[in-house]
């Protein structure tokens, strides 16, 4: 099975972004950090299937 480990750079990167969309809207900003970290996960599955 594909695993994907989150670097601490990359959780950094994430957090940073969370904090800088959260400046206008905190709702958008867990939105837009849920949807990168489902992507990633997506992304690590659709190898398993190719």
Known sequence: ???VEW???AISD???IQNY???D???YADAM???L???VGRL???RLIH
């Open 37 to 39: 970290v489902l992507s």
């Open 14 to 16: 994430l957090e940073n």
């Open 25 to 27: 809207s905190a709702e």
């Open 21 to 23: 969309i959260a400046r």
């Open 33 to 35: 950090v849920e949807g």
């Open 1 to 3: 099975m594909t695993r």
């Open 44 to 46: 690590a599955f659709s």
């Open 7 to 9: 670097t601490e750079p």
